[in-house]
């Protein structure tokens, strides 16, 4: 048994849930109608409620007692500070340095790191309005439409992920574009619209030797030099880098003086916040990328700052633990009521997937207890539509974050309060659900008499939900939301005992596709693996022959 589970305070915990399994969130709001006013937080405009969570007055003291037990303030703390949390690489965490707009000193080995973050913030402030005014020009002499990122996991999802939200403040007649994908089709639908006349391509990769970003970067080049008759000068004025790697980034043909650093502190999933977000910046202005990074750093601070009981990221990562732990859910929803926020989930299944998904603890040992949930969800209605019904109805219990805007961007109010009503109404009913007398008294006196159709309607409810409502999305306010989640995530990383900032689960594959991949390309029958890996090679090599 880990110290984790056999803790006091887990053991409360423990106690605790088994008091609360049958715990009835219906009855709870109407027995206190201060219910609300009790589980509800502001930061700003954005309202976090979490009172249709199976939660009483015992539930957070207990959940904070867990935290700390498990040292969750020196934890934030060291993170702060610059300690290096993560253990397995010795690096520091300091995405929250990217966004530190109060430009208080954060130390690594003795060196404050804000002088060379400000220093990239204004290089690319510099950038950008070159671009967005057309005084850079392409090689015909041609401003820029189109812009193109080029990148794999954070490099990509963080800034699509942004630019798509941030689409009513995007430049008109600027278009943002993301390659990931190592599948040719992702790179060629791309390429098919654009010209290579106004295209500026942005090739993000700290070492510059990535294999997807770097073989989508070299095909984008090859397909840039045959529309330029092989003129390599030309490539200098329409491909820039995001790396580290000075060497590689010359060799590809782009100037250094359009190379925009990187630092081993900053996390692939947390990257958006540096110079990563180039094409954030570029799409939507340099201004509203430091909005973005202001409502950042003001979650930071509310999360540094704020006690336990009124911090909103420290309770987002206690009801997870609360719901994985000891409900056993292994999923939770992300459902955004905002087409603009369609890659929200996408974004943030990364950032705790890849963060928590670990069964091994900071001491090397493996634990005896559930880790990361499985993150999923799409944006509102269309959800309602597809998956809702196993929510409401179906045998899992499945946690659910809503998000929506009390306003919209766009003059078609009848359609944002339809947005906006579903938003509320579909908590509700997950907390409420259905009585069978609620169910027989909306029933004609025929249907009373099938009991099949009376089970078919009767809605269980209790099912836990946090909403979040803001006047609208605006680069500030999604600052803070995404800061909330990333919190959130390493909350639930320091209570667990892991390393929430490695990912050494994805190298073993990438491992294995190297040795696979010029087996692919010899006429001899591959027997080097295990007997089903071997027959699959074989077998897609006797296809490729048919051709």
């Known amino acids: 048994m880990s110290a984790l589970t056999t803790s006091q305070a887990w053991i409360a915990l423990t106690a605790h849930y088994h008091h609360m399994q049958n715990y009835s969130m ?28 199976r939660i009483n007055q015992h539930t957070l003291p207990l959940l904070i007692e867990l935290a700390n037990a498990t040292e969750l303030p020196a934890k934030i703390e060291a993170m702060f500070s610059g300690v290096k949390i993560n253990t397995t690489e010795h690096r520091a965490v300091l995405h929250i340095a990217l966004r530190n707009r109060g430009n208080r000193p954060i130390f690594i080995d003795g060196d404050d790191v804000m002088p060379e973050v400000n220093g990239v913030l204004a290089k690319m402030r510099a950038f950008t309005e070159r671009v967005r005014s057309g005084a850079w020009k392409g090689y015909t002499g041609k401003p820029i439409t189109d812009i193109v990122n080029i990148g794999i996991g954070g490099s990509s999802l963080g800034p699509k992920m942004v630019a798509a939200a941030l689409a009513p403040y995007g430049k008109p007649g600027l278009n943002a574009h993301f390659v990931s994908n190592i599948d040719a089709g992702d790179l060629l639908s791309t390429l098919n619209v654009l010209s290579p006349e106004t295209t500026l391509f942005i090739v993000a990769s700290k070492s510059f030797g990535t294999q997807e970003a770097m073989v989508n970067a070299k095909s984008a080049r090859r397909w840039f030099l045959d529309k330029v008759n092989n003129d390599e000068s030309a490539i200098a ?25 990187l630092w081993d502190w900053v996390g692939g999933r947390y990257s958006l916040w540096s110079a990563v977000g180039l094409s954030i910046a570029l799409y939507a202005g340099m201004d509203h990328f430091e909005n973005l990074l202001q409502g950042a750093y003001e979650a930071d601070e509310h999360f540094r700052t704020q006690p336990f009981d009124q911090n909103i990221p420290v309770i987002m990562g206690l009801l997870g633990i609360w719901y994985n732990n000891f409900f056993g859910a292994q999923s939770y929803a992300l459902l955004p009521y905002d087409y603009s926020m369609r890659y929200f989930s996408d974004y943030l299944q990364q950032g705790d997937m890849e963060s928590n998904g670990k069964s091994i603890d900071l001491d090397g040992q493996k634990i005896d207890y559930d880790t990361g949930q499985i993150i999923w969800g799409q944006q509102g209605t269309n959800g309602q539509h597809a998956f809702y019904q196993l929510i409401h109805q179906g045998t899992k219990l499945v946690p659910c974050d809503f998000h929506c805007a009390a306003t919209g961007f766009y003059n078609l109010q009848e359609h944002q309060d339809i947005l906006v009503s579903n938003f509320l109404a579909q908590p509700e009913a997950l907390m409420r659900g259905k009585t069978r007398e609620e169910v027989i008294n909306e029933l004609s006196p025929k249907e009373r008499e099938d009991d099949v159709l009376i089970a078919s309607k009767i809605f269980d409810g209790n099912k836990p939900s946090n909403s979040f409502l803001y006047r609208k999305l605006t680069p500030k306010t999604l600052g803070s939301l995404l800061a909330f989640y990333e919190h959130k995530i390493f909350v639930q990383g320091a209570i667990w005992n892991i390393n929430s900032f490695d990912q050494m689960g994805v190298e073993l594959g990438k491992i294995l596709a190297k040795a696979i991949q010029p087996e692919l390309n010899t006429p001899d029958e591959i027997d080097s693996h295990d007997c089903s890996t071997n027959a699959l090679i074989n077998y897609c090599k006797a296809l490729r022959q048919q051709n």
């Open 237 to 261: 004025k329409h491909f820039v880098a995001i790396s580290t790697n000075t060497k590689l980034v010359t060799e590809f043909g782009i100037n250094t003086d359009n190379m925009f650093e």
């Open 26 to 53: 219906r009855e709870a709001f109407a027995n206190d109608p201060e219910r609300f006013h009790k589980y509800s937080l502001h930061l700003n405009d954005i309202l976090f409620d979490y009172s249709k969570n």
